[in-house]
């Protein structure tokens, strides 16, 4: 069964940026949307716009699912295609609208957001935020190793969730700055870092954090030789994703967060 978005008002695309967003305020605003059984998606039809970002949204909470939507769905360059109560849901959705962004709760009905990560990362190369009420370093590690491109508490303010989604749909990471030190001590120590002094430069503009278009405008190349570089800078650091690069790089004195 398809449910119709008809309520949300698009607001004017924001000024194109960069950066990282974690939220520290107050909760999502909620709206009554139609629902399904628990256990199973419930998929919202929107029509689709050129250069928006589709997103899914994994929650088992219905209130807080269909506040996400409303929240997301309500930004004019931000494309809500379907939600999902749990894991199983999640990858029937995603293998079905391939959405750029998934934005999934840690904990689910049938396993974690982290198993939602796994799969949306390796069948459709999505970007996964996550979010959770649990911040401390071990989750926030699992979810790098899981191949998540940010983390985000669900104390966040909601114009910094559209903010999160858009770096991570851009290529960027999102985490908590005061996490880092905890991430770096966690990585494995015995991995090679025999990086070209090209991959280094991409590398510290990762850390900073810039998407890969601004990363090609910094160093006078092509988005696609950009993405390149990532692409062998994350096989050569043997990382799932950038944040996880740069914490790989940080941990074994390749690059320094103070770099750039």
């Keep these: 069964m398809s449910v119709t978005s008809t309520t949300c008002q698009k607001r004017p695309p924001p000024p194109t940026g960069v950066g990282v967003g974690v939220g520290v305020g107050v909760g999502v605003g909620v ?3 139609p629902r399904r059984r628990q256990g199973h998606a419930v998929r919202a039809t929107v029509p689709t716009v050129s250069d928006t970002t589709t997103v899914l949204i994994v929650d088992d909470h219905p209130m807080v699912r269909d506040g996400l939507a409303a929240v997301l769905q ?34 689910l009905p049938d396993g974690s957001g982290l198993d939602v990560a796994r799969f949306a990362t390796e069948v459709v190369g999505a970007k996964v935020l996550l979010i959770s009420a649990v ?18 508490h669900k104390g966040y303010e909601t114009p910094e969730l559209a903010h999160a989604v858009r770096t991570v749909a851009a290529g960027g990471v999102v985490f908590p700055a005061s996490a880092m030190r905890r991430l770096v001590r966690s990585v494995r120590p015995d991995i090679g870092t025999d990086l070209t002094e090209r991959e280094l430069e991409v590398l510290r503009l990762l850390a900073r954090p810039l998407p890969v278009n601004q990363i090609a ?12 570089h990532i692409r062998a800078v994350l096989v050569k650091l043997g990382a799932r994703s ?18 750039g």
Excluded: K
């Design 74 to 107: 309500s930004e004019s360059d931000l494309d809500v295609v379907a939600v999902a109560s749990d894991v199983a849901g999640a990858r029937e959705e995603i293998e079905h609208h391939r959405p750029d962004v998934v934005v999934t709760d840690y904990q």
């Design 217 to 228: 405008a910094e160093l006078y190349i092509s988005v696609h030789t950009a993405r390149n």
């Design 135 to 152: 911040a401390d370093g071990g989750v926030i590690v699992d979810a790098v190793q899981a191949g998540c491109s940010g983390f985000v």
């Design 242 to 259: 950038q944040l996880e690069a740069v914490v790989i790089a940080v941990r074994h004195g390749v690059i320094d967060l103070d770099d």
């Design 31 to 33: 709206v009554s949307l």
